[in-house]
């Protein structure tokens, strides 16, 4: 199993602002997802962080927007860049294999 | 787009009962997996089925696939109120190293 750290928990930020989120895993893991979950919906995968190389995005998602680092096996973050109110949303990391994944408990993002 | 579809949107039962949610999925997949989430929280896995597998059980959970159908149900039996959460279905189409979260289901146990 993983145990998955976000930082921060919650943020409320003003429109035009960048920023950052955190997420730390307790082993190493080949792969790391970040996932964006509006309210009371279901989670949309935003990309895949590759650790060493650029991250694959998902359609609909850009570099520009949602820039993403993985220096190593262990950590990510997410950048949500240029905010709206379009933006809030929890951002959820998330690290494993696909035979299971584990995450975060989730960045809770309000943009006013 | 999302893969897969889950019905109910919304389940309320009285504590005790069983709970049956459903999920749709398009594409061929090599497994499917549940998870819950508790309000605020990150997702939890539940259970895992591969896609050469019919039925499965874990607990006080029982879950189908039907491959020919492209469905699976998630099955709670003797329902608690700490059963109380949103269960979502993934899944991870062949070939695709990611899942596809469901629409998920958000089950209420009344005591």
């Known amino acids: 199993s993983a145990v998955i750290s976000q930082k921060p928990s919650r943020d409320i930020c003003q429109r035009g602002t960048s920023l950052t989120i955190q997420c730390q895993v307790d082993s190493q893991v080949t792969m790391m997802f970040w996932y964006r979950q509006q309210p009371r919906q279901s989670l949309t995968l935003i990309a895949t962080a590759n650790q060493g190389s650029e991250a694959t995005y998902e359609s609909g998602f850009v570099i520009d927007k949602f820039p993403i680092s993985r220096p190593n096996l262990t950590f990510s973050t997410l950048t949500v860049s240029n905010m709206s109110p379009e933006d809030s949303s929890i951002y959820l990391c998330?690290?494993?294999?696909?035979?299971?994944?584990?995450f975060g408990e989730g960045s809770r993002l309000t943009v006013l | 787009s999302q893969q897969g579809e889950e019905d109910p949107q919304a389940l309320s039962i009285q504590e005790g009962e069983n709970a049956t949610m459903n999920c749709s999925y398009k594409?061929?997949?090599?497994?499917l997996q549940w998870y819950r989430q508790n309000s605020g929280r990150g997702l939890v896995h539940l259970i895992l089925i591969r896609s050469n597998e019919r039925e499965k059980h874990s607990g006080r959970l029982r879950v189908t696939l039907d491959t020919s159908k492209k469905s699976s149900s998630l099955l709670i039996t003797a329902s608690r109120a700490a059963d109380t959460a949103s269960y979502f279905c993934?899944?991870?189409?062949?070939?695709?190293?990611?899942?596809?979260f469901g629409q998920g289901t958000r089950l209420t146990i009344n005591p």
């Open positions: 998330s690290a494993g294999g696909i035979g299971e994944l584990f």
């Open positions: 993934a899944t991870d189409a062949r070939g695709a190293q990611k899942l596809v």
């Open positions: 594409t061929s997949i090599n497994n």
